[in-house]
């Protein structure tokens, strides 16, 4: 399969039952979460009529959706711009290894690097997840220098 057969488009509302599907997939997936549904589909939803909450682009082969990466904005006052913070980045299983994620992320980097508003690009990976850090390294991701805490107010259960 080459990337040319790869189709990105932005996500549409009627799109987001499989986002909330995919987003479910990936928290069981990489983290053992289990999401409830009628928690993540008014979060999906609010950012598919949003945009200033983030957006989302779903890749298609053969007219199948395969894959979705999402983005979310974070204003940087030290460099006067917004970092795109990559999300819910998901490839179904019998797309990995095809170029599915390369071409999101190729499409994401190319629309950042036309945005003089956009300063860079920044992802969440769960530490033990060697295969997703060598993808985003080979793409040129490289590790930041800060480490991350968080309080969070909704943890969802864990199987």
Same mark, same amino acid.
């Given at each position: 399969? &080459?990337?040319?057969?790869?189709?990105?488009?932005? $996500?549409?509302?009627?799109?987001?039952? %499989?986002? %909330?599907?995919?987003? *479910?997939?990936?928290?069981?997936? =990489? #983290?053992?979460?289990?999401?409830?549904? &009628? *928690? %993540?589909?008014?979060?999906?939803?609010? %950012?598919?009529?949003?945009?200033?909450?983030? +957006?989302?682009? @779903? &890749?298609?082969? $053969? !007219? #199948?959706?395969?894959?979705? @990466?999402?983005? =979310?904005?974070?204003?940087?006052? /030290?460099?006067?711009?917004?970092? /795109? /913070?990559?999300? &819910?980045?998901?490839?179904?299983?019998?797309? +990995? +290894?095809? !170029?599915?994620? *390369?071409?999101?992320?190729?499409?994401?980097? $190319?629309?950042?690097? #036309?945005?003089?508003?956009?300063? !860079?690009? *920044?992802?969440?990976? #769960?530490?033990?997840?060697?295969?997703?850090?060598? =993808?985003?390294? $080979?793409?040129?991701?490289?590790?930041?220098?800060?480490?991350?805490?968080?309080?969070?107010?909704?943890?969802?259960? +864990?199987?």
């Amino acid at each position: 399969m &080459s990337q040319d057969q790869i189709k990105i488009r932005p $996500a549409q509302p009627d799109d987001a039952a %499989v986002i %909330v599907d995919f987003n *479910r997939q990936l928290a069981q997936e =990489t #983290e053992g979460l289990i999401l409830d549904e &009628s *928690r %993540v589909r008014p979060g999906v939803e609010a %950012v598919l009529v949003n945009p200033s909450l983030g +957006r989302y682009f @779903i &890749s298609e082969l $053969a !007219g #199948e959706v395969v894959g979705q @990466i999402g983005l =979310t904005y974070e204003w940087s006052d /030290w460099r006067n711009g917004h970092f /795109w /913070w990559i999300q &819910s980045v998901y490839v179904l299983p019998q797309a +990995r +290894r095809a !170029g599915v994620f *390369r071409a999101l992320y190729h499409h994401v980097e $190319a629309m950042a690097l #036309e945005d003089p508003a956009c300063t !860079g690009l *920044r992802l969440y990976v #769960e530490p033990e997840n060697q295969r997703a850090i060598d =993808t985003y390294k $080979a793409l040129g991701l490289s590790d930041a220098p800060y480490r991350m805490l968080e309080l969070d107010f909704s943890e969802p259960e +864990r199987d």
